[in-house]
C-alpha cells in the first residue's frame, strides 16, 4: 500500500511540474506585462521613464525569456518562496493566506449543507421512486440544476437586494462584512453570516441538485441487485433495506466524490466570488490573471493542481476503505 | 409413426423487423414526454436561430429595389451577405426612410419586429417611431417587448439572435470537443502500450490545468475574441472528457470476441476501429455530448457575462447579463436572458438524459 | 393438512407492453418433510411461483389471484392477502429462501458473520454476541471449514460454493419449516452441485425440514426429491410422486424431457431426441393445450381447443392431457429430422 501511494507521489510530482511548465508558458504568451498593465492604468503623469522600467524588469525577472525565468520561478519554489506578488507588493504566501479563510467559509459550509440535505432527500427519493411526490421532487431538483450559478445569483440580487431593499427581507449585495466596525466579535459573526447567506446559496443549490439525483440514480441501481432480495427474504423491512444494505453500498461511490472536491473546496467558485465581491482564492486568481501577475498566478494554479491531484489520491484511498472488495494493491 | 413435424403455428416468423439498435432506442425516447419536450424545445429553438433576421431586424427580408430584387437581412449572417448596393447608395443601415426616398417605386417585406441587435433604433427610423430609450429608460413595453438596455439596443432582438449563437456555441464547440476526443480515445483505447500512456498523460495535463486559465490565456492570446475563436478555445479545452470515456469503452470492447473474429478475418486496424468499435462505442459517448452542449452554452454564456466575450455590440445571452450588473434595478436584463438560458440548458439536458435512459442496455433487461 | 398449499395461483405482469401471466393458475401442495420438485424450462414461469409464495415478485409483477395457504399451528394462513408487515415475519422465519445467483446474492459491503447474524436478529431476540454464535454454529451445521476465520471475511473472499452454503446458513437461521430453493445448483460446479444437494438432503432429515425445490435439471429432482411437478408455459401440466413419474410419464411434455436426456438414446448413441419448436413467449400462448404446436400426439379438434385440466389418473398422479393414459406412453416424441 505504502509503495502505491509513494508511487502515486511520484508520478503526481511529475505531473505538477508537467503542468506549471506549461501553465507558465502560456501565461507569459499573453500579451501584455505586469508593468504594462499596472502602467497603462495609472496616470500619464506618474509614468516611468524607460531606465526605470527597465530596472523594474530585471528586477521582476521580465527580461529574460520564460523558460529560464521559469527554472528561476521552481528553484524558489523548491526553497519554499513562493515569491511576491508583483501588482500588490506581498509575498504570495501573505495574499494565499488571507484569502483561504473566506473560500473555505463559503466551500466548507456549502459542502456540509450539501451533505445534510441530499442524503435524506435521495433516500427519500429512492423509497417513494415513481410515485407523483417523488416525480415532482425530482423534477424540481433537475431544474434546478439547469438553473446557471450567475443567472441564479443576478435573480437573488436583484430579488433580496433592490425589491427587497428597505424590508427585513433585504440582504447585502457586496462583500463579506459591512465595513462598519463591530462591538464584540458575535455582531462581526453576525454580519459575515448575513453577507454569507446569498453566496451559499448559489453554491450549494447546484451541488444539492446533483447529488440528491446521485443518490437516488444509486440507490435505484443498488436496490436491483441480487442481494437486495436476499435481505427482504431475509424479513429485512423496507426501510432496513434502503438505509443499512442499500445505502452503505451507495456510500461508496459518494465518499470517493467527497476527494474529488478537494480542489473546489480551496479553489472556490471564480464567478460566485466575482459576483458577490467577497474576497476569496478564486477573485485572487481572476483579478492576478488581469493584472499578469505571474508570481500569484503560477502560486495559485500550482496550489490547484496539487489539490487536484491530492484530491485524486485522497479518491482512491477513501474508496479502498469503504469497498472491501478493493486493496491498494 | 406420428412425426413431430412442427406445425405451422409453431413456426411463427412473428417477430416484428428488429429495428436496429438506434431504432429501438429511437422508440423508447419517444415515450419519454420530458425528453421529447426537450428535443421540441431544441428544435424550436433551432427554427428561430435560422430565422432570426426574419423575427427582428432593421433590415427587410426582401425588398425590391430600383428593379431588382434584394435580401438585406442576410447581412446579419455575415457583413460580407449585404447587397453592395446599399451601401454604395449610402444606406447607413437605415433602410425605411432611404428605400423610400431613393425609389419610391420600392417594396420590402419588414421583419416581424423592427428592432436591431446591434445597436439604439434612432428616433423616426421607422416613420413615426421614437427611437429606443436609453439608460435605464428601457422598461419592457408595446415597442421593446423585452426592454432595452443601457446603449438603448433591444432586448428582444439580442435574444433573437443570441439564439443563433448560443446553438452554434454548443454545436460547433462540441463538435470540434467530440472530434478530437473520440479520435484521441479511440487511438489510446485501442492501441494501448505507450501510445496509451502518451495520450493519458497528455489528457491528464489538460484535465489538470484549471479550465479558467486556460481559456482565458487561450482568448487573450488571440486578442481580438470573435465567436468563432471562442468556439475553438471551448473546443479544445473540452476534450479530455470524452477522451477518457473513449478510451474506457474501447478497452472494454476491444477483448470482445466480435473484434477477434474481425482480426482473424484480416481486417486492418483502422476499419476494426471505425466499421466495428465506433458504432458500439459511440452510443454511451453521446450522452455527454449532449450535456457538453448544454455546458458549452453556459461557459460562452458565463464569459461573456465576466466580459471576456465577444466585444459589444454583441448578441450572445451573457452580454444581457453583463450589462444588468451595472444597474439591478433593470430586472428585465436579468430574467429574459436568464430564463432562455435556464430553458435552454434544461431542454438539452433532458434531451441527454433522455439519450441515456434510451440506449441504457441494462434498463433493457430490467423486466424478467 | 399440507404444511403448504397453493390453490390456483396466477402471477401477472403488467408491463408497458401489455399484461403478461407467468404464472397461470397453478395449484401444489407440500406435506411436512417433504421435497417437492417443480420442474420446467427457462421462462416456464417456475421462479415467479417460488417468489410469489413470499410475496417478492419484483414490480410490475403481482399476484393476483389464487390462494397460499400456509400452516401456522394447526391454521392455515393465506399469505397472499397478509399484510406486508406480517409477511415479513414470515419471510426467514417459519419460510427460508435460497436462490440461484450465490456469487451475487450476498451484500458485498457487510462480513459473512454479520450477514448471518441478522437473519437470526430480525425474527428473535438476540444480542449481537448470541447472534454471532449462533451464525458460528450456523457454518458449523453447513460444513463450511474453520468457521471462526469465516465469520469476519467479505463474500467476496469466498468461493461460489461455499457462498451458496452461507446463503442456506441464512435460510436455515430460524429453522424453517419450509425452504423454496431456487435453483440452488444450477450457477454451480457439477461436484459442488452433489455436496449442496448432500448438504440438503442431510439438513432435511435432520431438522424434519419440506424443500421446494425448483430446477430445470432432470437428475437432481431424480435424485433429491419425493414428489415432482413439471411445469409448462405457466401451468402444472403433470405431478406425481418421483418414482411413479420416471417410470412412468404420462404428459408428452414429461415423456419427451425424460427422453431427451443423453444417456437415454436408443443404443446410447445418435442424434438426442430433442423436443422439436421452443417454449412460447407469455405473450404467443397458442389457443387450447399450450404445450399442442410440439406435441406429436396433437388431434384436433380438442387439443387446439380447449385446455385441458389436471386429473387423476392413478393414486397420487396427475396429468393434464386430453389424451392422458391413451397414448403409446412408452413411445417418445420423435425426433424432427427423421
Same mark, same amino acid.
Given at each position: 500500500m505504502i509503495h502505491h501511494v509513494l508511487r502515486r507521489l511520484a508520478l503526481g510530482l511529475v505531473t505538477l511540474f508537467l503542468i506549471s511548465f506549461l501553465v507558465y508558458g502560456l501565461i507569459r504568451s499573453i500579451p501584455g506585462t505586469p508593468l504594462t498593465v499596472a502602467v497603462a492604468q495609472t496616470d500619464p503623469s506618474r509614468r516611468l521613464n524607460p531606465a526605470d522600467l527597465e530596472r523594474m524588469k530585471a528586477a521582476y525577472g521580465l527580461d529574460k525569456p520564460w523558460y529560464q525565468a521559469y527554472f528561476i520561478w521552481l528553484s524558489n519554489v523548491a526553497r519554499g518562496d513562493l515569491g511576491r506578488s508583483i501588482s500588490r507588493k506581498a509575498p504570495v504566501t501573505q495574499l494565499i493566506g488571507e484569502r483561504i479563510g473566506p473560500t473555505l467559509a463559503l466551500s466548507a459550509g456549502s459542502m456540509l449543507l450539501t451533505w445534510a440535505l441530499s442524503i435524506p432527500l435521495g433516500l427519500y427519493a429512492a423509497a417513494r421512486s415513481g410515485r407523483p411526490d417523488e416525480r415532482a421532487v425530482s423534477l424540481g431538483l433537475y431544474m434546478l440544476y439547469s438553473v446557471p450559478t450567475f443567472v441564479a445569483a443576478l435573480a437573488l440580487q436583484v430579488v433580496f437586494s433592490v425589491w427587497a431593499e428597505g424590508t427585513a427581507w433585504e440582504l447585502p449585495l457586496f462583500g463579506m462584512t459591512s465595513g462598519l466596525p463591530h462591538t464584540t466579535s458575535l455582531g462581526?459573526?453576525?454580519?459575515?453570516?448575513?453577507?454569507?447567506?446569498?453566496?451559499?446559496?448559489?453554491?450549494?443549490?447546484?451541488?444539492?441538485?446533483?447529488?440528491? $439525483?446521485?443518490?437516488?440514480?444509486?440507490?435505484?441501481?443498488?436496490?436491483?441487485q441480487d442481494y437486495i432480495r436476499t435481505a427482504r427474504a431475509k424479513g429485512a423491512g423496507p426501510i432496513r433495506v434502503l438505509v443499512h444494505h442499500a445505502f452503505r453500498n451507495t456510500l461508496i461511490p459518494l465518499v470517493t466524490m467527497l476527494g474529488l472536491s478537494l480542489p473546489a473546496l480551496l479553489g472556490g467558485s471564480v464567478i460566485i466570488e466575482q459576483i458577490f465581491t467577497w474576497p476569496g482564492m478564486g477573485r485572487l486568481f481572476f483579478e492576478s490573471l488581469r493584472e499578469r501577475d505571474y508570481p500569484t498566478i503560477m502560486g495559485l494554479t500550482l496550489l490547484f493542481s496539487l489539490l487536484t491531484l491530492a484530491g485524486q489520491l485522497l479518491a482512491d484511498l477513501l474508496y479502498a476503505w469503504v469497498d472491501p472488495r478493493v486493496s491498494m494493491e | 409413426m406420428t412425426g413431430g413435424q412442427p406445425t405451422a403455428d409453431n413456426r411463427r416468423a412473428a417477430t416484428p423487423s428488429p429495428r436496429g439498435f438506434w431504432g429501438e432506442a429511437w422508440a423508447r425516447f419517444q415515450r419519454m414526454p420530458l425528453a421529447m419536450a426537450g428535443l421540441v424545445f431544441v428544435g424550436l429553438m433551432a427554427v428561430v436561430a435560422l430565422l432570426a433576421p426574419a423575427i427582428a431586424g432593421t433590415k427587410p427580408i426582401v425588398c425590391r429595389y430600383k428593379g431588382q430584387i434584394y435580401f438585406p437581412c442576410l447581412a446579419y449572417y455575415g457583413r460580407s451577405l449585404e447587397p453592395v448596393v446599399f451601401s454604395q447608395d449610402k444606406f447607413r443601415g437605415e433602410y425605411p426612410r432611404n428605400l423610400r426616398e431613393k425609389d419610391p417605386e420600392s417594396w420590402a417585406v419588414w421583419p416581424l419586429v423592427f428592432q436591431d441587435p446591434y445597436r439604439a433604433v434612432r428616433p423616426d427610423e421607422w416613420p413615426g417611431r421614437p427611437g429606443n430609450p436609453a439608460r435605464d429608460q428601457g422598461r419592457p413595453g408595446r415597442l421593446n417587448l423585452m426592454g432595452t438596455n443601457q446603449n438603448g439596443v433591444d432586448v428582444f432582438a439580442k435574444m433573437v439572435h443570441g439564439t443563433l449563437v448560443a446553438l452554434l456555441v454548443g454545436f460547433v464547440s462540441m463538435g470540434i470537443a467530440a472530434t478530437i476526443g473520440v479520435t484521441v480515445g479511440s487511438l489510446a483505447g485501442y492501441f494501448g502500450g505507450w501510445v496509451d500512456a502518451v495520450i493519458s498523460r497528455i489528457t491528464e495535463v489538460v484535465m489538470c490545468i484549471p479550465t479558467l486559465v486556460l481559456i482565458l490565456a487561450l482568448l487573450a492570446i488571440v486578442e481580438k475574441p470573435t465567436i468563432w475563436k471562442m468556439m475553438a478555445v471551448l473546443g479544445l479545452t473540452g476534450w479530455p472528457g470524452i477522451s477518457r470515456l473513449m478510451r474506457a469503452e474501447l478497452l472494454r470492447l476491444r477483448s470482445a470476441e466480435f473484434v477477434t473474429a474481425a482480426r482473424a478475418v484480416g481486417a486492418s486496424p483502422g476499419r476494426i476501429i471505425l466499421r466495428h468499435l465506433l458504432p458500439n462505442a459511440l452510443a454511451p459517448v453521446m450522452v455527454p455530448i449532449t450535456f457538453g452542449i448544454a455546458a458549452a452554452i453556459l461557459t460562452e454564456s458565463g464569459l461573456s457575462f465576466l466580459g471576456f466575450g465577444q466585444p459589444p455590440p454583441s448578441a450572445s445571452w451573457g452580454s444581457l447579463l453583463n450589462d444588468a450588473r451595472s444597474n439591478l434595478k433593470m430586472w428585465?436584463?436579468?430574467?429574459?436572458?436568464?430564463?432562455?438560458?435556464?430553458?435552454?440548458?434544461?431542454?438539452?439536458?433532458?434531451?441527454?438524459?433522455? =439519450?441515456?435512459?434510451?440506449?441504457?442496455?441494462?434498463?433493457?433487461?430490467?423486466r424478467k | 393438512?399440507?404444511?403448504?398449499?397453493?390453490?390456483?395461483?396466477?402471477?401477472?405482469?403488467?408491463?408497458?407492453? *401489455? $399484461?403478461?401471466?407467468?404464472?397461470? *393458475?397453478?395449484?401444489?401442495?407440500?406435506?411436512?418433510?417433504?421435497?417437492?420438485?417443480?420442474?420446467?424450462?427457462?421462462?416456464?414461469?417456475?421462479?415467479?411461483?417460488?417468489?410469489?409464495?413470499?410475496?417478492?415478485?419484483?414490480?410490475?409483477?403481482?399476484?393476483?389471484?389464487?390462494?397460499?395457504?400456509?400452516?401456522?399451528?394447526?391454521?392455515?394462513?393465506?399469505? /397472499?392477502?397478509?399484510?406486508?408487515?406480517?409477511?415479513?415475519?414470515?419471510?426467514?422465519?417459519?419460510?427460508g429462501m435460497i436462490f440461484q445467483e450465490p456469487m451475487t446474492s450476498l451484500n458485498p459491503v457487510f462480513t459473512i458473520g454479520n450477514q448471518v447474524a441478522e437473519a437470526v436478529r430480525l425474527h428473535r431476540r438476540a444480542s449481537w454476541r448470541e447472534a454471532r454464535a449462533r451464525a458460528l454454529e450456523l457454518l458449523r451445521l453447513v460444513r463450511i471449514a474453520d468457521p471462526e476465520r469465516r465469520l469476519d471475511?467479505?463474500?467476496?473472499?469466498?468461493?461460489?460454493?461455499?457462498?451458496?452454503?452461507?446463503?442456506?446458513?441464512?435460510?436455515?437461521?430460524?429453522?424453517?419449516?419450509?425452504?423454496?430453493?431456487?435453483?440452488?445448483?444450477? /450457477?454451480?460446479?457439477?461436484?459442488?452441485?452433489?455436496?449442496?444437494?448432500?448438504? =440438503?438432503?442431510?439438513?432435511?432429515?435432520?431438522?424434519?425440514m419440506a424443500i421446494l425445490l425448483i430446477t430445470h435439471d432432470l437428475g437432481v429432482v431424480a435424485e433429491t426429491c419425493d414428489e415432482v411437478a413439471v411445469m409448462y408455459a405457466g401451468k402444472i401440466v403433470e405431478r406425481a410422486p418421483a418414482v411413479e413419474l420416471f417410470a412412468n410419464p404420462l404428459h408428452p411434455y414429461t415423456i419427451g424431457l425424460l427422453a431427451a436426456r443423453p444417456e437415454h438414446r436408443a443404443g446410447g448413441k445418435g442424434p438426442l431426441? /430433442?423436443?422439436? *419448436?421452443?417454449?412460447?413467449?407469455?405473450?404467443?400462448?397458442?389457443?387450447?393445450?399450450?404445450?399442442?404446436?410440439?406435441?406429436?400426439?396433437?388431434?384436433?379438434?380438442?387439443?387446439? /381447443?380447449?385446455?385441458?385440466q389436471l386429473r387423476e389418473l392413478s393414486p397420487g398422479h396427475f396429468v393434464a392431457c386430453h389424451f392422458a393414459g391413451e397414448l403409446d406412453a412408452a413411445r417418445p416424441t420423435e425426433p424432427a429430422d427423421r
Open positions: 462581526w459573526l453576525a454580519d459575515v453570516a448575513r453577507h454569507a447567506i446569498l453566496p451559499l446559496v448559489c453554491m450549494t443549490y447546484v451541488s444539492l441538485a446533483w447529488y440528491t $439525483r446521485f443518490i437516488n440514480t444509486n440507490l435505484q441501481e443498488v436496490l436491483r | 428585465w436584463l436579468v430574467f429574459f436572458p436568464g430564463a432562455a438560458i435556464f430553458l435552454t440548458v434544461l431542454a438539452f439536458n433532458l434531451v441527454g438524459e433522455g =439519450l441515456q435512459k434510451a440506449t441504457d442496455p441494462r434498463l433493457r433487461e430490467a | 393438512m399440507p404444511l403448504l398449499e397453493i390453490q390456483d395461483l396466477v402471477t401477472a405482469f403488467h408491463t408497458p407492453a *401489455g $399484461r403478461v401471466t407467468a404464472v397461470d *393458475g397453478i395449484s401444489l401442495s407440500i406435506e411436512r418433510g417433504m421435497t417437492l420438485g417443480l420442474v420446467g424450462e427457462s421462462g416456464c414461469g417456475k421462479s415467479v411461483t417460488a417468489m410469489s409464495v413470499l410475496g417478492l415478485v419484483a414490480a410490475p409483477g403481482r399476484v393476483e389471484r389464487g390462494r397460499i395457504l400456509l400452516e401456522i399451528d394447526g391454521d392455515p394462513v393465506n399469505l /397472499a392477502t397478509l399484510p406486508e408487515s406480517r409477511l415479513r415475519r414470515m419471510r426467514g422465519g417459519r419460510v471475511e467479505y463474500p467476496h473472499q469466498l468461493s461460489g460454493g461455499m457462498r451458496q452454503r452461507i446463503m442456506i446458513a441464512i435460510a436455515l437461521a430460524c429453522e424453517p419449516e419450509l425452504l423454496i430453493a431456487d435453483e440452488p445448483t444450477t /450457477a454451480l460446479d457439477v461436484t459442488i452441485q452433489a455436496q449442496i444437494l448432500e448438504l =440438503l438432503a442431510d439438513l432435511r432429515r435432520r431438522l424434519g431426441a /430433442a423436443i422439436p *419448436g421452443m417454449v412460447p413467449q407469455p405473450r404467443d400462448f397458442p389457443a387450447g393445450c399450450r404445450f399442442h404446436p410440439r406435441c406429436g400426439h396433437a388431434r384436433k379438434p380438442w387439443c387446439m /381447443a380447449e385446455q385441458p
